[in-house]
């Protein structure tokens, strides 16, 4: 995450420099139900998965860019997020 740039939009803990206030903050994001302002429905770690992969393809008009990662990328990000409380 600190590799992709993350943190200049996001806070997030555990990742030095992470103090971005332009996204929410990701504390909690493994638990919540929604994403992207509420629009985004998360009923499981494939929809995180997901919409790292490709957030204007499944919010189209989102800030949160396409960031290019591969399979693994997103999905050892997924499992970090899962982590935070």
């Given at each position: 995450?600190a590799?992709k740039?993350?943190?200049?939009?996001?806070?997030i803990p555990g990742v030095?420099?992470a103090?971005?206030?332009?996204?929410?903050?990701?504390a909690g994001?493994?638990?919540?139900?929604?994403?992207?302002?509420?629009i985004?429905p998360v009923?499981?770690?494939?929809?995180?998965v997901?919409?790292?992969l490709d957030p204007?393809?499944?919010?189209p008009g989102?800030?949160?860019p396409?960031?290019?990662?591969t399979?693994?990328?997103s999905?050892?990000?997924?499992?970090?997020l899962?982590?935070?409380r």
């Open positions: 995450m590799q740039g993350c943190g200049a939009c996001h806070v030095a420099g103090t971005g206030t332009i996204g929410p903050s990701l994001v493994g638990t919540r139900t929604t994403i992207a302002g509420g985004v009923q499981g770690r494939d929809d995180l997901r919409w790292l204007p393809a499944v919010k989102t800030q949160m396409k960031l290019n990662l399979q693994d990328e999905d050892n990000m997924v499992a970090y899962e982590l935070l």
